[in-house]
């Protein structure tokens, strides 16, 4: 998002998230907020990826979704998750506030995608 105030209100979250973890109530507004400035700039994957992350954060106190693959699972792959791969919430949480500061970067609305897409499935 190109707005300045919606990377200042990036910048914040990502910096509460290293500094205090998922702090639910504080983070489902500041999400809420970044939404508005979705809105304003009209761009329907950021705007739905982030109404579905709070709602999700709302539900599980926490943010279950791992951070997308590079590679793409094939179906009848097992996808295997050992302590060395598992990422933290936080982490996951993280990454996926940092790709809205740059939503022309295709990697990153391909990410946002798949964010979007597991948290309807969720």
């Known amino acids: ?13 990502l910096a509460d998230l290293e500094r205090s973890g998922i702090i639910t109530n504080t983070l489902i507004e500041d999400l809420k907020e970044l939404r508005t400035y979705a809105l304003e700039a009209q761009i ?3 705007v739905k990826v982030l109404r579905l ?8 106190d926490t943010f279950l979704i791992p951070i997308p693959d590079d590679e793409p699972v094939e179906e009848g792959q097992e996808l295997i998750t050992t302590e060395e791969t598992a990422v933290s919430p936080v982490e996951s ?14 990697m990153n ?3 946002l ?3 979007r897409t597991a948290l309807n499935e969720f």
Do not use: G
């Open 1 to 13: 998002m190109e707005n300045k105030k919606a990377q200042k209100l990036i910048e914040k979250i």
């Open 44 to 46: 329907p994957l950021a």
């Open 53 to 60: 992350t709070y709602e999700h954060i709302e539900e599980n």
């Open 93 to 106: 949480l993280s990454y996926m506030i940092s790709l809205f500061k740059d939503l022309k970067n295709k």
């Open 109 to 111: 609305v391909s990410d």
């Open 113 to 115: 995608a798949d964010y």
